[in-house]
């Protein structure tokens, strides 16, 4: 049976790509806002500053859209790091019990 196949399992994972595409889309708001205002700063203070800002912050804002929406749900990489935080999470439980 795989983790799909239960409907608390689906739920679950529906709303952690949710969560992670609004991430993205509230990171994307703020990059806009912020570099906005700091090119109005530029143009006044007649400083390019804003283009340094942008281009570091635009591939970072890059990188976790292709994290985000490119990233194959079910990938290998990603299951093997969902397998051992299962893995660490079960044994922290049985420490406890």
């Known amino acids: 049976m795989s983790a ?7 739920e679950t994972l529906a709303r952690r790509r949710a969560g992670r595409k609004m991430g993205w889309y509230i990171h994307a708001l703020v990059f806009l806002v ?4 700091l090119a109005f700063l530029s143009l006044y203070n007649g400083r390019h500053f804003v283009l340094t800002s942008a281009f ?3 591939l970072g804002l890059l990188i976790h859209g292709l994290v985000v929406f490119a990233l194959p749900p079910g990938s290998g990489w990603r299951e093997r790091l969902v397998q051992q935080e299962r893995e660490r999470l079960l ?3 049985e420490r406890k019990s």
């Open 4 to 10: 799909a196949d239960n409907s608390d399992d689906l």
């Open 34 to 37: 912020v570099n906005t205002g």
């Open 56 to 58: 570091g912050w635009g």
């Open 91 to 93: 044994r922290e439980r």
